[in-house]
């Protein structure tokens, strides 16, 4: 069983950056594919960003390109999410999300979950 914790969420002002974690723990977790999805409120969730398990492969949402930045430290079971030039539309409930071996955009293809962190981006 593999688990996630993330953290680094909170409020920060439009242009702003911040950077969320996502620690593993767990068998295998460094054979996972690992993502970051969001939800605002009133909204469905969303696919943000995507990383192979050994880190050379990722993926963005086109909203996201060239501001976010996913990346992994497999020794120390860790995905990061680097927000830059962030805006008031970034805000909501970020989650981690872990599957085995190849990563998809799809939600309901990732079978561990933690318990999200919230992005509040002031205008």
């Known amino acids: 069983q593999v688990d996630l914790v993330e953290s680094g969420g909170g409020l920060v002002q439009a242009g702003g950056s911040l950077r969320l974690s996502c620690a593993a723990s767990?068998?295998?977790?460094?054979?996972?594919?690992m993502a970051w999805f969001r939800q605002a409120p009133g909204k469905e969730r969303e696919f943000v960003a995507a990383?192979?398990?050994?880190?050379?492969?990722?993926d963005y949402a086109d909203s996201v390109k060239g501001r976010f930045t996913i990346s992994r430290d497999n020794p120390d079971n860790t995905v990061y999410l680097q927000m830059n030039s962030l805006k008031p539309e970034d805000t909501a409930f970020y989650h981690c999300a872990a599957r085995e071996w190849m990563f998809t955009t799809r939600a309901s293809e990732y079978d561990v979950w933690g318990q999200g962190t919230q992005v509040t981006v002031s205008s």
């Open positions: 990383v192979n398990w050994n880190g050379i492969s990722t």
């Open positions: 767990g068998r295998a977790s460094a054979s996972r594919a």
